[in-house]
C-alpha cells in the first residue's frame, strides 16, 4: 500500500469498472462484481490487491502471488493461480498503469497559504521568504530552510537539517542533520515507462525517498522516488552535485559519489564505496560495499565488495589499465614517427 501521507486513496474499485477502464476481458464473467482494494506488483500483492504480469521471467512470481487479481495476455493465462480473477489484456502493465493511476492521486498543496496550517514545525525553525510546506509536513527544530524551498504535502525533514534556496522535496523522509544543496530536486517520480495501444505510457510511481541522518545531497542532484519500494540514501554517504538516483535505487551508509554519477533503476549499492565522477551503472547492477568505481566507468554487471573497477565497460581496475596501456602502444607503434608497426609481443 503507498504511503498515504503521500497519495489520497480513491478506491475501491470493482473488477469490471477496471475492465472497462483498461479495456481488459473478465476470463471469468462471474468476478465483475469482485472488489479490488488497491494495488501492488506480484511479489507484494496481498488479498485485496490487483496485479499484472508481462514478463515471462517472472512466471514463479505469478504462480506464488496471493494478488486476488492479475492482468495476463491470453498466452498467461492459465498460469494464475487459483483464487486469482484474470483481466486479459495484450498490454498488461500498461493496463496496470492505468488502475494505479486511478487509485492513487499524489496529494498537493491545498490553499493559498504558503505554510499550511496542518503543517507542523518544532521550536527553532527557520524560513527565508518564499518557502512553501505543504499540509501534514514536518520540520524538526534546529533546520534552516531556504529561499523558495518546496516542501511537499507530508514530508518529514529531522532536526539540524540545512536545505538551501531552490529545493524541491516531495514523497520523503528526511533523517536529523541532513544538508541538501541549492536547486535539487528529491521525490520527483521515476522513469517508468511502458507502451500502450496509444503509445508510451508513463507508470505511476507510488513510493518514496528516504534519506537517512548525516547525508549529504549536491546542488542539482536528482532523486526520484520508488516505484513501489523506497528509494534510499544511507546515512552519513556524501554525494556531489549534478548526480542522478533513479527509482529504487538503495544506497548504503558511509559512501562517497562524485559529481554526474548516473544510477539507473533498482541498483544497489553496498557501505562505503566510491564512485568517480561521471561514473553511471545500468540498472538492477549490485555493488558490493568498499567498491571503487573510477570515473567516466560504465558499470554494466555486478561488482565484487572491495574491489576497483574502471573503464567502459567497467572491469577490475589493474586489467582496465593494462588494456589501455596495450592499446595504446599499438596505436603508438603505428603513427608516423613509431617504431616498425609491429609491437614487442606481437608473436607472442
Known amino acids: ?12 474499485f470493482t473488477l469490471k469498472a477496471l475492465a472497462d477502464l483498461t479495456g481488459a476481458v473478465l476470463a471469468d464473467p462471474k468476478t465483475a462484481d469482485q472488489v479490488v482494494t488497491t494495488v501492488a506488483p506480484l511479489n507484494r500483492a496481498r488479498a485485496g490487491a490487483i496485479s499484472f504480469q508481462s514478463d515471462p521471467r517472472y512466471r514463479a512470481d505469478l504462480q506464488a502471488t496471493q494478488a486476488s487479481a492479475c492482468f495476463l495476455s491470453a498466452s498467461q493465462q492459465a498460469l494464475a493461480p487459483e483464487g486469482c480473477a484474470v483481466l486479459i489484456t495484450p498490454t498488461p502493465q500498461a493496463a496496470f498503469a492505468q488502475c494505479a493511476a486511478t487509485f492513487f492521486r499524489p496529494k498537493r498543496h491545498v490553499g493559498t497559504v504558503a505554510i499550511h496550517s496542518d503543517a507542523h514545525l518544532e521550536e527553532g525553525v527557520e524560513l527565508a521568504p518564499g518557502v512553501v510546506v505543504g499540509q501534514g ?73 528516504i534519506i537517512q541522518d548525516g547525508a549529504t545531497i549536491g546542488a542539482g542532484t536528482c532523486i526520484d522516488r520508488g516505484a513501489f519500494e523506497d528509494t534510499v ?50 540498472d538492477h547492477t549490485k555493488i558490493g560495499s568498499g567498491a571503487r568505481i573510477a570515473g567516466s566507468s560504465g558499470v554494466m554487471k ?47
Open 1 to 12: 500500500m503507498p504511503d498515504l501521507r503521500f497519495f489520497d486513496d480513491l478506491g475501491p
Open 302 to 348: 555486478d561488482i565484487p565488495a572491495g574491489e576497483s573497477w574502471g573503464g567502459y565497460p567497467a572491469r577490475p581496475i589493474r586489467r582496465w589499465l593494462r588494456e589501455t596501456a596495450w592499446v595504446s602502444q599499438r596505436v603508438n607503434d603505428r603513427e608516423p614517427g613509431g617504431t616498425s608497426g609491429r609491437a614487442k609481443g606481437d608473436d607472442e
Open 137 to 209: 509536513a514536518t520540520i524538526g527544530a534546529g533546520t534552516v530552510i531556504g529561499a523558495n524551498t518546496t516542501i511537499g504535502p507530508g514530508v518529514s525533514i529531522g532536526r539540524h537539517c540545512q536545505i538551501s534556496p531552490n529545493v524541491t522535496i516531495g514523497f520523503a523522509m528526511i533523517g536529523d542533520h541532513v544538508r541538501i544543496l541549492a536547486g535539487s530536486r528529491l521525490g520527483e517520480p521515476g522513469f517508468g515507462i511502458t507502451g500502450s495501444a496509444k503509445g508510451a505510457l508513463d507508470v505511476p510511481q507510488l513510493g518514496r525517498v
Open 233 to 282: 540514501v544511507g546515512e552519513n554517504t556524501k554525494i556531489d552535485n549534478m548526480v542522478q538516483i533513479a527509482h529504487n535505487v538503495v544506497i548504503g551508509r558511509n559512501c562517497v559519489i562524485a559529481a554526474q554519477v548516473g544510477f539507473a533503476g533498482s541498483v544497489t549499492v553496498g557501505d562505503g564505496a566510491a564512485f568517480g565522477g561521471q561514473a553511471g551503472t545500468a
